[in-house]
């Protein structure tokens, strides 16, 4: 056999133990660039929601793993043949769904350099600049929201560990030293609570049923008509939790829920929180950007004496998933929760204190999540993050105020931010919605005009329940939407509408 | 003013409110791969372990964040002037200190992927492929090391998250309904108890603080003089603990405990939990990608009785962190212990059942960690996995032999895998260990030996303490090492011991 001239991109992989060859690297990930760079240039081009059924992909995949090395190639060429296909696409401009979360140029440019430089900023030692730049980077997006300077945190992945978190602080800062004694069997501690409102994302009993305080721990306060947390109903529910002998620990105020985006008072709740001496959480991880806009500040009001705060510039700052801000004011109790080293996690060095993140969460090894949000506040600078986020904000609103002049729909709450909330309601219904036909006619035409949207692959949007009736959700904050592609989603959602009210079975149902 | 043409970098970037333009995008990614790629070509020309002290980056660093955008290029510069140079470097082949995490260019090119596809497989429809993916490459691992089919699994970030949800899961396994009811105030459940032994990995002891059971429920089982839990002294523990009348919950067994990589006796250890129908958790974080080799399975006999197991590709599979695997045969329990659906996740267009998984963590959000992983099998193969593995063992295995051959160094624990422990002892001091003033005079020797090394920036090790001698670990696992770099490291010891007792002040003291 003649030898053959290998490609730059097989050299290394045959015999080899080490890395693939740094030429075919360079190769191999200049291929990667311009697969990536088609792809969010066409991204439009994709389904939004692929239309296909689970289990569809597995059969398509190598059932079990391979012997041999593979081609990177083959690699790359199976990405855009099997994976790109079978995506649902976050990217796309179209994704108005959850509440989106689009990674931006910066952003995946910090993504591919923090996997090259594999920084692990457990111990300052481990990454001294994953350390140090995730302090400032902090101290950046503190700043840029306004608040005081008593804030300091750390970057977790999700909002959820952000808000664990923060109520194991609490359960710390109450001074039951569970980190050390555990919950059972603990006199004067058999009934911990904590307090929510009734739309309060779920990440809260999620982060009680794992921090051993239960589902049962949460207290779910009603809300007003607006979504909001009646603060006075928040009162009454720790005074006859007191009463009862239970153990109240913590309050958690959203500003911008799940469901409708709405805004608890969080001022009147600080002051609850501050009488009877409870932790106050204050969960605005979708909204919490909009605070980087001085001119946007109103619904913020009171945030600045919460005990912490969790904010996920992953959603709508643009930055690749993972990145929760997690702020508090009272760091130590974090401390308190989380904090273990063991022997041969110490480090012997040097004189000075430093901080080694892994103290302060429920992890030991962490990614360098600062540097992309270094690199993205830079290349945008905090002016065009807030010509972005009020650009969302104004599109959100014209589109209310389509639906608001729009006889046939009927909008569930309040748009304080980027997320608007609705149904379609024929005219002839009007102020018949409370009738048990009509209210459950409307959930199943709602339900059906929401799926007919999303099949059409151009726009993807979720759904919700509001006052029990199934609501609509259109959320903005996508980098990459404009406003052609509001335009469409309202086209879209009146075609689509139009098409069931005139289809048999919609019709014969009518009530 | 006359207009300058732009630069394709700085397009789209002034007063848009869209992401970096497309052909910049292009070419900023461009210039990032070759960052990345002369970074790699280059990687030994930096100290592994930065010289510099804590509090020394922040003063380079912006304090306050930039209100205007910056080019990329701007910011490219200083991700070489101010990140390199103050990183500690995974990627160094001389780093051998902790574990080895080294990011394979399959794994780094997965990673830039995830980014930019931007999947969230927290839910089937918000990533089809990213859930569907992920069943096959847990698969393709549990199938590589040999594990029965009754085990499936996730991804998580890192082993403590695993850890934590396998303890989650015995708690519901035990069935106390912890999720819902929580732990306090529980009639019978006043003491839960978690065995594992003093050398298992801190992240027991976290997981139980988080878990709400408190480090008090850590029952630490004496090891033996290979630091090998003694699975006797166990059952007696738990023996003890019921007669007392506290609730055993889960034995935690390790496969290459974190300071020595010792092994549990896991089959003894399983028979104990068959008895006392407890949980059985296997932590092998480190060593468990070691069972891929067929040949090399030895060490693993009995894990195929867990409960769970949890294994991180992110340490010695050459995947960029955060890629953790956990296995469990009892995955109804992980689901009871963290399975909450509110309507705005309920997926309403199917009939199937379908998995979502962010019903099997704390998290609801998740990276789609399974793509660097399918990439970087399918890119070295299993053979060529097994192949690396092999290597590293064998460079561990040859360094231990020459401590083994030399009269001034000492081994302080069996080598079983890739991570040797030892220390730097005079031939005229052996024997004389015990002696307090000898043992002293070893520690303080052995501290400033490794310190030294560390010094030279070629070689990085970290250290541990083994029956309360001060410990110096060699642990191999980076792509990257070669047989000169453990030569290397194997010759500054030397060379940097000899200095040492030269020195004065070290001579001053010899007893």
Redesign the interface.
Known sequence: MTEQPASPLHAA?R?G????D?A???A???E??????D???HVEDHAV??P???????PL??????????P?E???AD?NR???P??????HPGFMA?FA?????????G??????????PML???????T??E??VV???R??SGLPEAYDGLIT?????ST?IAL?AA?EAAGFD?????????AG????RVYCSTEA???I?????????????VVKIPANERYEMDAQALAGAIATDRAAGRQPLAIVATIGT??STSVDPVGAIADIADEEDLWLHVDSAYAGVVALVPELRAPFAGWERADSIVVNP?KWL?T???ASLLLSRRLEHVRA??S??????RT???A???RDYNEYQ??????MRA?KLW?L????????LR??IR?HIDLAQGFAADLDASPDWERLAPAPFSTVCFRFRPASMAGREDDPEVHAWLDRCN?QLM?AV?RTGRIFL????LRDRFTI?LALGN??T?PRHVALAWDLLRAEATRLLEAETMLKELP
Chains 1, 2 share one sequence.
């Open positions: 992989q015999d133990v080490n890395d693939m740094p075919a690297f360079r191999a990930a200049h990667v660039v311009d697969l990536i760079a792809y969010l240039e929601l692929p296909i059924e689970p289990g569809s992909i597995r995949l190598e059932a079990h793993p391979p012997e041999g090395p593979e990177i083959a690699i790359l990405v099997l994976v790109v079978n995506a649902t696409h976050w990217q959850y979360t689009s990674a931006s140029a910066p952003g995946m440019l993504e591919f350099l923090m996997a090259a430089l594999g920084q692990n300052w030692r481990t990454s001294p600049i994953g140090e730049l302090g400032v101290q950046w997006l700043e840029g992945d999700t909002a959820s560990t664990l194991a359960r569970v980190a050390a004694k555990g919950l059972a069997g603990r501690l058999d009934a911990p994302h779920s990440s009993e999620k982060a009680c049923m794992t921090l051993g305080l239960g589902r049962r721990a799940t469901s992953h643009f690749p998933f993972d929760a989380f273990l080293v063991p022997e041969y996690l012997l060095d040097r000075n204190p430093v429920p992890q030991l090894g962490r990614r540097l690199m506040v830079r290349y945008f600078g905090l002016e065009g010509r972005r650009y339900t799926d999303n979720s759904h919700t329940r959700r980098i990459r404009e």
